[in-house]
């Protein structure tokens, strides 16, 4: 399973599925962050934590453990 961790920088993925449960999914999903949505990687934070991506026209910082619940294709 590719997650968004495993996304280099530079690089555009699409959701495939999102595996938190709970409130976590939900804050993930607030964000914008669905089945289908296009993710661009910008930058990496030299320890991995956060990533900084780019979806649906805006910026966004999130934790890697966020990161890892994101199945990408």
Known sequence: MK???DV????TSTVVK????GAT???IM???LTKGTEI?????APLGDP???????YE???????????EMT
């Open 30 to 32: 607030d964000m914008g």
């Open 3 to 5: 997650t968004l961790r």
């Open 18 to 21: 999102i595996h938190g449960v």
């Open 25 to 27: 999914k939900r804050r």
């Open 60 to 70: 966004l910082s999130i934790r890697k453990a966020d990161a890892d619940i994101l």
């Open 40 to 44: 661009y990687v910008r930058k990496v």
């Open 8 to 11: 280099p920088v530079g690089e």
């Open 51 to 57: 990533v900084e991506i780019t979806v649906r026209g």
